[in-house]
């Protein structure tokens, strides 16, 4: 047959996929999207526990603020820096970079997190300034949220703001490629 088998063939072919350029896909905004519903409802759980431990030890709700701030915080920057991957981009096949694909440092995670809240902020902003009750404050932030996600249409590359501004991208795992946390 024209088609060479054996090791030499393996060993070129290897050889072959790793000067292969690597190209980074970014996953299309509605698999981002339903990947941030499903975060939403994982990330319920976490806010539960954390409220019914506070309410045993304090009343307080800044603090509680404070808390459920930190505590989110934490459970976002430990996924993103131990494996780029939080449990519902796992799930998605979605990983957190920097811009050349390498793995966040604590500092870049971080500053993705405190910008990701502009998802949020303004809308809750507004509901505040207004006294918005909460049906509108409910529509103030979905209007809020639709229109971060659509920043992305300006960017070129389909990258959310809160990345742009923090240096990192979401890509896309092509299907069968083992989560991160194995590696």
């Not at 992305?152 to 703001?161: G, T």
Request: hydrophobic share 45%; net charge positive; aromatic share 12%.
């Amino acid at each position: 047959t024209g088609r060479s088998t054996g090791i030499g063939s393996c060993i070129c072919n290897l050889c072959h996929k790793m000067t292969e350029p690597v190209t980074l896909i970014t996953p299309s905004i509605r698999r981002r999207l339903t990947c941030m519903l499903y975060e939403g409802m994982l990330l319920f759980g976490l806010v539960f526990v954390t409220i019914l431990v506070f309410n045993f030890l304090s009343k307080s709700r800044p603090v509680l603020q404070v808390l459920l701030f930190l505590v989110i915080g934490f459970y976002f920057v430990y996924c993103w820096t131990r494996s780029g991957q939080t449990l519902a981009m796992k799930t998605w096949r979605i990983r957190v970079t920097d811009l050349d694909g390498q793995p966040l440092p604590r500092i870049k995670a971080i500053v993705r997190y405190v910008l990701s809240w502009m998802w949020f902020l303004p809308a809750l902003a507004l509901s505040y300034q207004f006294n918005l009750q909460k049906t509108e404050a409910v529509v103030a932030i979905f209007a809020g949220l639709a229109g971060w996600a659509l920043t992305a249409l300006l960017d070129p590359e389909r990258q959310f703001m809160h990345d742009k501004l923090a240096k990192t991208r979401l890509t896309e795992l092509p299907a069968g490629t083992k989560n991160s946390s194995a590696e």
